[in-house]
């Protein structure tokens, strides 16, 4: 290693042991000032991610009739996503802790999907409704009834399957 290269190792070593006892007040106000920007920061809330599930519910339940086994999976899949951020953002509620008892009935449906039986389907879809219920039963939200839905949610999407 040529000396001058050495030489200026040891003196920005030297430059920042001496530099990092002025800045620790400084980048402790950095800090401060970024939880503050942290704590505004919006988070939805548990009604915002239920609102999601009872939408991706509905749809689940049009793309399964009509065997779009490739939307109904998605769908799933965007229950489950919904579910995780719960148990992220919403860790604080006390109503997350029963969240976990809406696992075994998607499975069910993640089965029916797999075996492309909608007879399946309509049970394992019935079971989901049904502990849906179960948890606002459990936490004080009884009066939050969830169906099997009548009409799609959204008139502008096609449920029916595209390779039929």
């Known amino acids: 290693m040529p000396p001058k290269f050495g030489l200026c190792i040891l ?5 920042a042991c001496n530099h990092s006892g002025q800045d620790t007040g400084s980048m402790q106000a950095q800090i401060d000032t970024l939880q503050k920007k942290l704590d505004k920061t919006y ?8 609102s999601g599930i009872q939408v991706h519910h509905a749809k689940l339940w049009f793309a399964g009739q009509a065997g779009n086994w490739s939307l109904s999976d998605f769908e799933t899949k965007e229950i489950r996503e919904a579910i995780e951020n719960i148990q992220t953002y919403c860790a604080d509620r006390p109503e997350v802790v029963s969240i976990p008892m809406i696992k ?3 499975d069910s449906i993640d089965i029916a999907i797999a075996d492309k039986s909608i007879s399946r389907f309509k049970s394992s879809f019935n079971l989901l409704t049904n502990i849906c219920n179960n948890c606002h039963r459990a936490t004080k939200h009884e009066f939050n009834i969830i169906q ?4 799609p949610p959204f008139s502008n999407q096609d ?6």
């Open 43 to 50: 988070k939805p809330g548990l009604g915002e991610f239920m």
């Open 11 to 15: 003196l920005f070593i030297l430059s």
């Open 159 to 164: 449920f029916q399957n595209p390779s039929k």
């Open 148 to 151: 099997i839905p009548s009409t």
């Open 104 to 106: 075994p009935p998607l």
